[in-house]
């Protein structure tokens, strides 16, 4: 399995921008696709978006399309999330999570999941 840290959350306006960072170590970080998933107080965890072992295949929730940008550096064995233009309704918990494949976005198809980075936006 591949072991993953968050980070790069916290307090932001509406209309700002984040950037989140997740850094793998264990296996071979390029053989996993790899996603990003949120969670709102009293919410279920959901899909953001997906990159494939390349990067050159993405997916996005429609929330979420032509504001947030997931890329890779598999060289730094690191998964980022550029978050623009907040809104209030991003608030939650993100995770980053790696899976054997890519293409699904079913949470039980990522097998290892970070611990999570707080973003908060504001009104």
């Known amino acids: 399995q591949v072991q993953l840290v968050e980070s790069g959350g916290g307090l932001v306006q509406a209309g700002g921008s984040l950037r989140l960072s997740c850094a793998a170590s264990g296996r071979t970080f390029s053989s996993y696709g790899m996603g990003w998933f949120r969670q709102a107080p009293g919410k279920e965890r959901e899909f953001v978006a997906a990159i494939s072992w390349k990067g050159l295949r993405t997916d996005y929730v429609d929330s979420v399309k032509g504001r947030f940008t997931i890329s890779r550096d598999n060289g730094r064995n690191t998964v980022y999330l550029q978050m623009n233009n907040l809104k209030p309704e991003d608030t939650a918990v993100y995770y980053c999570?790696?899976?054997?494949?890519?293409?699904?976005?079913?949470?039980?198809?990522?097998?290892?999941w970070g611990q999570g980075t707080q973003v908060n936006v504001s009104s």
């Open positions: 999570a790696a899976s054997n494949g890519y293409g699904s976005r079913r949470r039980t198809d990522f097998s290892s």
